[in-house]
């Protein structure tokens, strides 16, 4: 019972601290489990293991299997890989003792990542987005399935905290998804959406659970002047202060054509906001990489670029914040146009009225679920008029929007905190 009560907890699936929404809903989750159990013990399997961030946050990291397997370079290297690290991460869990007998048979990556599967006492899926179609023949979807076929083939009790999962636009997909989380204790989805899939793919009911995401509990300090970044001003407070986030083209799914078009569109709308309202705009660094096709900063500069004749009403920071830091600043905005969804997450936290452009079921699945249905716009096909029509409602609503944000959100939270004890309670009394 006492291994149970201070268990070790493998955390998979974390993508990197260079996205700020990851990063937070990798605190978030050990947070809640460490509060939820007495003591436990953490390892973190992250596609960027050497990372600053996961240094600051005390727990063992290791390499993720898409990590290992993105060490090669080359595409026919990289499938080479996945093949041989499958068989040999399959060998080692059927027969455990090969890794000590084996010492100088595997590299020290593969070692350490077997080593944590063994050490483990439960596996739990990190929160957010890892199972989606991307990439022309959806390699990136095997490795992060893999993280979860591992937990299984080493027999570890495997838990889900709150995510979205899709869209799925391959049948093997939706298959492979029933298999592998239809074998969990417990999934926690974040959205109705999710909700709809789990079904309609066969996962099984007694095992789905629904809670926010855990982003909405993030922590919320006052913060010291000094660590703000230089490049934060406050400009125009008596005209308003409006808080941007835009996307990069990040995978295949978005295509260049749509992503000009979004940047058309919000240039034109955040234009015509300045000139009707003399209002400021902020576009804030979400998400800085680890890539340069993830790093909002560049799609910054194009829209900024667009929007000829304002530029002095407009501020870029591109200092790469932190999660908390970023959250405090989103609270010194009277709006928030969050491209990105734990930016709006993050805004609507510190009371503050906004509106999502979604580029994934993700976003308006979570603002359906949360009763915030108004307040979101399709990434696709995304007009200039009706973007600045929504930006203007926004604008001249936000007092009432902000009223009932506030009424909503204790609730919210409330939910959210339920995560953590659930595993716990499930493991601790018998599921382990």
């Known amino acids: 019972m006492e291994k ?58 290791v390499p993720s299997f898409s990590a290992i397997v993105n060490q090669q370079k080359n595409p026919l290297g990289q499938v080479i890989s996945f093949v041989i690290g499958s068989i040999l991460s399959l060998f080692i869990s059927i027969s455990p ?32 987005n890892q199972f989606f179609s991307m990439g022309r023949f959806g390699f990136p979807f095997l490795l992060s399935a893999m993280s979860v076929l591992l937990a ?30 239809g074998k969990a204790r417990i999934i926690f989805v974040r959205d109705n ?3 709809d899939l789990a079904r309609n793919i066969g996962l099984p009911s007694q095992k789905i659970r629904y809670a926010p995401d855990l982003a909405f509990d993030y922590m919320d300090a006052e913060l010291e002047s000094n660590i703000l970044p230089n490049a934060f001003q406050l400009h125009d407070l008596e005209y308003g202060a409006i808080g941007v986030t ?46 340069s096709w993830e790093d909002d900063r560049i799609a910054a ?13 407009i501020s870029l ?28 997450i993050f805004a609507l936290g510190r009371g503050v009225p906004t509106l999502f452009i979604g580029y994934l079921t993700k976003t308006r699945g979570v603002t359906d679920s949360i009763g915030m249905n108004e307040w979101v716009l399709d990434f696709k096909n995304l007009s200039e008029h009706d973007l600045y029509s929504k930006i203007e409602e926004l604008w001249l609503n936000r007092v009432s929007v902000k009223e009932h944000l506030l009424q909503k959100l204790p609730i919210i939270v409330h ?12 493991f601790i009394g018998g599921g382990g």
Not at 155 to 170: C, D, E, N, W
Not at 274 to 287: A, D, E, L, R, T
Not at 301 to 313: A, D, N, P
Not at 330 to 339: E, K, S, V
């Open 301 to 313: 500069k194009r829209v900024i670029q667009l929007m000829e004749g304002v530029q002095q009403k």
């Open 152 to 181: 299984h083939a080493f027999r570890k009790p495997f838990y889900v905290m709150p995510q979205s999962i899709g869209p799925l636009k391959r049948a093997w997909e939706r298959w492979l998804i029933k298999k592998l989380y």
């Open 246 to 291: 835009v996307i990069r083209k990040m995978t295949r799914t978005l295509l260049s054509e749509d992503i000009e078009h979004y940047y058309y569109a919000m240039a034109a709308a955040l234009k015509r906001m300045i000139q009707q309202y003399n209002m400021h705009v902020y576009f804030f660094p979400q998400v800085t990489g680890p890539t």
């Open 4 to 61: 149970k009560e201070s268990p070790t907890i493998l955390l998979v699936n974390f993508h990197s601290a260079c996205n700020a929404g990851d990063a937070a809903l990798l605190e978030c989750a050990i947070h809640q489990l460490k509060t939820s159990f007495s003591n436990p013990t953490f390892i973190v399997s992250a596609n960027y293991p050497d990372e600053a961030f996961l240094q600051t946050l005390k727990v063992n990291v």
């Open 317 to 344: 920071i591109e200092e790469p914040l932190t999660p908390q830091v970023l959250k405090f600043l989103y609270g010194y905005m009277d709006i928030f146009i969050a491209g990105r969804l734990h930016s709006g």
């Open 97 to 128: 003792k090969m890794l000590d007998i084996g010492h100088g048979a595997f590299s020290n990556t593969w070692r350490r990542l077997w080593k944590a599967y063994q050490e483990a006492d439960l596996v739990v899926g990190c929160p957010g």
């Open 415 to 426: 939910l959210v905190r339920t995560v953590g004890r659930e595993i716990a309670n499930d």
């Open 193 to 195: 959406i999710t909700l």
